[in-house]
C-alpha cells in the first residue's frame, strides 16, 4: 500500500523538527510551485510571485517549527 501524501508530509514535518535539511529541502520542492502559483493569483503577478523566495523562507520555517533555518547561513540555498 502506497503512503498518502499527508503521512508522508507529516514524516518530513517530523523529520525538519530534527533538524533534518533532506526533509526541509524535500518540503521545499514539493511545495515551492503550488505556493508561487497562489501567491500569484493573489497578487495577480506572476513575476512577483518568482521574486518571493526570501519573503517565503520564514513561512517554511514557521510551518515546519524549525527554528535554527534563519540563523544558519545555508537555510535559503533549497529555495529558487
Do not use: H
Amino acid at each position: 500500500m502506497k503512503p498518502t501524501q499527508e503521512f508522508v508530509d507529516q514524516i518530513l514535518i517530523l523529520r525538519c523538527q530534527l533538524r533534518d535539511r533532506q526533509a526541509f529541502a524535500e518540503l521545499i520542492d514539493r511545495y515551492q510551485r503550488p505556493l508561487r502559483y497562489f501567491i500569484a493569483r493573489l497578487v495577480g503577478n506572476p513575476d512577483l510571485a518568482d521574486s518571493c523566495d526570501a519573503a517565503i523562507l520564514p513561512i517554511w520555517v514557521r510551518a515546519v517549527g524549525w527554528r535554527f533555518a534563519l540563523t544558519d547561513g545555508n537555510a535559503s540555498r533549497g529555495l529558487g
